[in-house]
């Protein structure tokens, strides 16, 4: 395993380099990747990127709600706007039990 600094992008960009530049290191990750590719079902593999979809759109869900909180009261759309959010997640929520996610 690699590493590098975070949010340094000649560190990232050094790391690659070497990485590409090496064969068997290429030759070694392609074929650990293949076994483990072996390892999981298609479906399996669709279930993950369902699920790490849907996650990744509930948290957008959850920040667009939490803004929505700290906006200010009198906005005339705010109420509006909430009900909005709060009737998207909660038919997320219900669509995804039907499915048996």
Same mark, same amino acid.
């Given at each position: 395993? =690699?590493?590098? %600094?975070? &949010?340094?992008?000649?560190?990232?960009s050094y790391q %690659?380099?070497?990485? %590409? &530049? *090496? /064969? =068997?290191? %290429? @030759?070694?990750m392609a074929h650990q990747n293949y076994s483990a590719a072996l390892q999981m079902s298609m479906p399996q593999i669709i279930r =993950?990127?369902?699920h790490s979809f849907d996650m990744q759109q509930r948290? /957008?869900?959850l920040k667009n709600f939490s803004r929505l909180r700290r906006s @200010? *009261?009198?906005?005339p759309t705010r109420r509006w706007m909430? @009900? /909005?959010? /709060?009737? *998207?997640?909660s038919w997320d929520h219900n669509s995804n039990q039907s499915k048996g996610i």
């Open positions: 395993m =690699e590493f590098f %600094l975070p &949010n340094d992008v000649d560190s990232l %690659l380099v070497v990485m %590409l &530049n *090496n /064969q =068997e290191k %290429l @030759r070694a =993950e990127y369902i948290v /957008q869900m @200010r *009261n009198h906005s909430m @009900r /909005q959010v /709060q009737k *998207n997640m």
